[in-house]
Nanobody, 115 residues
Framework: QVQLVESGGALVQPGESLRLSCAVSGSRFRDFAMGWYRQAPGKQRELVALIGIASNTLYSESAKGRFTISRDNTKNTVYLQMNSLKPEDTAVYYC?????????WGQGTQVTVSS
C-alpha cells in the first residue's frame, strides 16, 4: 500500500509564499502521476496541480502563474511551491498518487492565509 505524508502547511499572510512537500513510500514513485488537491470548508475537493511521470504539468486556473508543482524522483517527493498567496487559498491541501490500480491520498496539511 502506498503511503503519502504531506508537510509544510502553515499560517501565512497574504502575499507570502509557502512550499508543501509530499513524501511517498515504496519504490514505484517514478511510475506515479502526482497531484495536489485542496478542500476549503464547505466546499468540494478541487484540483490544484498535476505532474506526470515525464514531469509534464497541469494547473487549475487559480494556480496558474502563482503555484509550481515539481517532483524529485530521487527523494520520492512531490512539491508545491505557492507564491503570492491569497485568503481564498486557505484550505486543507492533499497529495494524490495515481497509477494502474493505485489511487492513494495523504492525510492533508492545513494552509491558512490571513492577515
Amino acid at each position: 500500500q502506498v503511503q503519502l505524508v504531506e508537510s509544510g502547511g502553515a499560517l501565512v499572510q497574504p502575499g507570502e509564499s509557502l512550499r508543501l512537500s509530499c513524501a511517498v513510500s515504496g519504490s514505484r514513485f517514478r511510475d506515479f502521476a502526482m497531484g495536489w488537491y485542496r478542500q476549503a470548508p464547505g466546499k468540494q475537493r478541487e484540483l490544484v496541480a498535476l505532474i506526470g511521470i515525464a514531469s509534464n504539468t497541469l494547473y487549475s486556473e487559480s494556480a496558474k502563474g502563482r503555484f509550481t508543482i515539481s517532483r524529485d524522483n530521487t527523494k520520492n517527493t512531490v512539491y508545491l511551491q505557492m507564491n503570492s498567496l491569497k485568503p481564498e487559498d486557505t484550505a486543507v491541501y492533499y497529495c494524490n498518487a495515481r497509477a494502474t490500480a493505485v489511487n492513494s491520498w495523504g492525510q492533508g496539511t492545513q494552509v491558512t492565509v490571513s492577515s
